[in-house]
């Protein structure tokens, strides 16, 4: 075998390995769902598990790991415009408890 | 100064390095999925908001089977796509258009899934601006969310077959193919947060 099919043998083993990671990830979502916790118990978990997941997609899928610049270029605008997204929270808090009509 | 490095001097910017080495379409194709991340991210985030603001927000999905289905579909089209590119750098071409082909058919079958799984809703009465389970809001998040992601999935599999003929008749490179699957992965990357906070997050107990 040649130091090019090798190459390749190996990041095929590789994909089917991050495969078969991010597949039991999602099973372990669907577990969740099934767990007898509060809904936001239960979000903060699914979304910790929905966070590797993509982390693993993005960095050997879409092979992110193997560009260090391209990398910290794209994981610093995403968590930057997500990030600044969470100011609105304290105003859906405040719809459900601080306003005369909530419950 | 001579002539010839005025002329030079003037055009250096055409003989830059590529940004971080990546290729210009690739690039692109980088940039477009960072905006559409933050598109996705804003929709999810506007669901959260309304969500965690609605204090009986309805819990309509009695059952995992159709979307655990749609998710074991698109992330083995994300696999088969890596052979694809795979294929397509070792120069097998049949290879590669015929592992592209294989995540169109799967693209084209979470497709009909989906649709299935909005038929069922709408058949019960959920619509964009009707809820049969309380508030109207329900409805209209869950279909612009699902439905502007299955709308990435059907640009996604036309891509990936015009692409992938191209790319059998010898229009296009395997650099084509890898910038296709770096998109068809980002749909299958935004797919594994709708999953729990739409589908998995609404389940009736």
């Given at each position: 075998m040649t130091t090019a099919e090798d190459?390749?043998?190996?990041?095929?083993?590789k994909d089917v390995i991050v495969y078969v990671c991010i597949l039991a990830l999602?099973?372990?979502?669907?577990?969740?769902?099934?767990?007898?916790?509060s809904a936001s118990q239960m979000f903060v978990r699914m979304l910790v598990v929905a966070i590797v997941e993509g982390a693993l997609a993005l960095l050997f899928f879409m092979h992110l790991w193997e560009n260090r610049g391209l990398k910290w270029f794209v994981v610093i605008f995403t968590v930057a415009v997500i990030l600044g997204l969470q100011y609105g929270w304290t105003d859906s808090f405040r719809l459900l408890d601080?306003?005369?009509?909530?419950? | 100064m001579s002539q010839a490095e005025v002329t030079m001097g003037s055009h250096s910017g055409l003989m830059e390095e590529p940004t971080f080495s990546v290729p210009a379409k690739k690039m692109a194709m980088w940039l477009f999925i960072i905006a559409d991340s933050?598109?996705?991210?804003?929709?999810?985030?506007?669901?959260?908001?309304?969500?965690?603001?609605?204090?009986?927000?309805p819990r309509p999905f009695h059952g995992i089977t159709n979307v655990a289905l749609m998710t074991f579909i698109l992330l083995t089209s994300s696999l088969t796509m890596l052979f694809g590119v795979r294929s397509a750098q070792k120069g097998?071409?049949?290879?590669?258009?015929?592992?592209?082909?294989?995540?169109?058919?799967?693209?084209?079958?979470?497709?009909?899934?989906?649709?299935?799984?909005w038929l069922?809703?709408?058949?019960?009465?959920?619509?964009?601006?009707?809820?049969?389970?309380?508030?109207?809001?329900?409805?209209?998040l869950f279909f612009s969310i699902t439905g502007l992601h299955l709308l990435h999935v059907t640009g996604g599999v036309v891509a990936l077959i015009a692409v992938g003929l191209r790319y059998q008749g010898g229009r296009?490179?395997?650099?084509?193919?890898?910038?296709t699957g770096l998109y068809w992965h980002?749909?299958?990357?935004?797919?594994?947060?709708?999953?729990?906070?739409?589908?998995?997050?609404?389940?009736?107990h």
């Open positions: 190459h390749n043998s190996k990041g095929a083993k999602a099973g372990i979502q669907f577990l969740i769902a099934y767990q007898n916790i601080g306003v005369p009509w909530a419950k | 933050a598109t996705f991210a804003g929709c999810l985030f506007a669901y959260g908001f309304i969500r965690n603001a609605t204090p009986s927000w097998d071409k049949a290879g590669a258009f015929r592992w592209t082909m294989i995540t169109a058919v799967a693209g084209i079958l979470f497709a009909v899934l989906h649709i299935r799984e069922a809703m709408i058949e019960e009465g959920a619509t964009l601006f009707h809820n049969p389970w309380g508030t109207p809001l329900f409805g209209s296009y490179k395997a650099d084509d193919l890898e910038i980002f749909v299958d990357l935004v797919w594994m947060f709708v999953v729990p906070l739409v589908y998995l997050l609404n389940l009736a």
